[in-house]
């Protein structure tokens, strides 16, 4: 139904910042829950932030994280500030039809293909 794109993900230092995005098409874009995944090496895919009529942020990432959304361009921002080498990981967009942020990713229907986001101490 929906295919999701992202972009952005890099090599960055610690301390630094990087913003990657999620482009969505196929589907009314104001009509969907997007969320941001990470899934490091030997780790579980882990809740970063979603955003619907409300965001909710994962522990890890809270106030250094940042959702939003640009609906007339369909996509989905993630700004991340202050990054520590633990951020390194592979970043997924995912889409739900749900309404409310915070869902487990089952619930997630639709995912993107993942942008790699190094961290460097």
């Known amino acids: 139904q929906v295919r999701l794109v992202e972009s952005g993900g890099g090599l960055v230092q610690a301390g630094g910042s990087l913003r990657i995005s999620c482009v969505a098409s196929g589907r009314t874009f104001s009509s969907l829950t997007m969320a941001w995944f990470r899934q490091a090496p030997g780790k579980e895919r882990e809740f970063v932030a979603s955003i619907s009529t409300n965001t909710a942020y994962g522990d890890s990432v809270k106030g250094r994280f940042t959702i939003s959304r640009d609906n007339a361009k369909n996509t989905v921002l993630l700004q991340m500030n202050s990054l520590k080498p633990e951020d390194t990981a592979a970043y997924y967009c995912?889409?739900?039809?749900?309404?409310?942020?915070?869902?487990?990713?089952?619930?997630?229907?639709?995912w993107g293909q993942g942008t790699q986001v190094t961290i460097s101490s």
């Open positions: 995912a889409a739900t039809g749900k309404i409310g942020a915070r869902w487990t990713a089952g619930e997630y229907g639709a």
